[in-house]
């Protein structure tokens, strides 16, 4: 579990559980650093013409690329995209939450937020099955709006191994006190022939 502290808002009530938004220091800070780089090398290079200098051969070279290539030129159309497919990245970074592994959970204070791992909840569901008489092994894939899972049997029919794992992993569910509970879906098999 995970505990963020406070949130702003909330009168009285326990407040509505959202999900929790990643910090995404690497992205932001690579980017930065690189247009740190960038506007360094271009403003050393401003100073020194300032002061007498000549411009350094790339930038030259740069501007003359860039007065003379038509914008139809592969290579302008090329830039064009790798900065569009930069520049949505980025978006969507900024417009997504982020932290999918984190499952928030119901908000019994409105001053306290927590959440679950989801291998975390997984492996609650797994032991509980695994306590279910006539499962002999147990898969269980926690996504944020369902619980896929897979049950070997050997021996019980396998309709009554799958009534008994519905009803266990139903009550497993609502404990986890989850903010929006997991549809369920359940299978069960026989082990397969050995050899």
Known sequence: MRDAGTEEGGKGGAGRAR??????RVPAGLLALLTLLIAGVFLYDIAAV???RSAMAWRR???RQLAERPLDDVWVLVGAGVAAALGLWLLLLALTPGLRSLLPMRRVRP???AALHRDAAAVVLRDRAMEVAGVQSVRVRMKRARADV???SHFRPLDEVRADLGAVLDDAVRGLGLARTPALSVRVRR???KG
């Open 19 to 24: 999900r929790f938004w990643s910090a995404r």
């Open 61 to 63: 070279e740069l501007a």
């Open 191 to 193: 082990p397969g022939r």
């Open 50 to 52: 300032r002061a007498g």
């Open 111 to 113: 001053d306290v937020r």
């Open 150 to 152: 897979r049950a070997v």
